[in-house]
T-cell receptor, first 120, second 109 residues
Framework: DAGVTQSPTHLIKTRGQQVTLRCSPK?????VSWYQQALGQGPQFIFQ???????QRGNFPDRFSGHQFPNYSSELNVNALLLGDSALYLC???????????????????FGPGTRLTVT | GIQVEQSPPDLILQEGANSTLRCNFS?????LQWFHQNPWGQLINLFY???GTKQNGRLSATTVATERYSLLYISSSQTTDSGVYFC???????????FGTGTKLQVIP
């Protein structure tokens, strides 16, 4: 099992440009979540995809959008890049199921190595 | 949203020492994970522990969900334990995940 993979590893873009980051989940996992981690900070939740739909979104503007494909892989798109978008972008995959208490949700998350985006 | 505070924020240990890291959260959750982030940014799973106690080698964790905290114990610390430790919580269902503020650990020889 290859685990969660992300591409590219590093990326340098110019302010105003658009970028697409890619994530392949761990085998058997159906949910993908994306996070932004600025230097010295903890990861911040961007959004989460299940069954090709965005299920939950954090406090990020519409410039951040995503997609999930039938094979559960996912893309993160950022438009009109700002200097403040420079960060490590992390993808996590997890299986879903019925949790204690009967509610349907995520189990353990597994993270990819991240894509380091620099905006100049 | 849920607030997650970790303590201490920074910790320096001599190799071989033991330590306890704490994660407090402001509301009821039914999922919690501990991670170790290495210097290259990779988040490594330590424990998925919504409640109870788990052990894995020199590491163990306890979550008391009713009192809204979790503890990570590191025994006989090694230099390779250095890095940042995060807890992350989420409520059941498709809820956004909230990471804690992190504890930066440095183990010196």
């Amino acid at each position: 099992d290859a685990g969660v993979t992300q591409s590219p590893t590093h990326l340098i873009k110019t302010r105003g440009q658009q970028v697409t980051l890619r994530c392949s989940p761990k085998s058997g996992h159906d949910t993908v979540s994306w996070y932004q981690q600025a230097l010295g900070q903890g990861p911040q939740f961007i959004f989460q995809y299940y069954e090709e739909e965005e299920r939950q979104r954090g406090n990020f503007p519409d410039r951040f959008s995503g997609h999930q494909f039938p094979n559960y892989s996912s893309e993160l798109n950022v438009n009109a890049l700002l200097l403040g978008d420079s960060a490590l972008y992390l993808c996590a995959s997890s299986p879903t199921g019925r949790l204690a208490g009967g509610v349907w949700g995520l189990y353990e998350q597994y993270f990819g190595p991240g894509t380091r985006l620099t905006v100049t | 949203g849920i607030q997650v505070e970790q303590s201490p924020p920074d910790l320096i240990l001599q190799e071989g020492a033991n330590s306890t890291l704490r994660c407090n959260f402001s509301d009821s959750v039914n999922n919690l994970q501990w991670f170790h982030q290495n210097p290259w940014g990779q988040l490594i799973n330590l424990f998925y522990i919504p409640s109870g106690t788990k052990q894995n080698g020199r590491l163990s964790a306890t979550t008391v969900a009713t009192e809204r905290y979790s503890l990570l114990y590191i025994s006989s610390s090694q230099t390779t334990d250095s890095g940042v430790y995060f807890c992350a919580v989420w409520v059941g269902g498709y809820q956004k995940v909230t990471f804690g503020t992190g504890t930066k650990l440095q183990v010196i020889p």
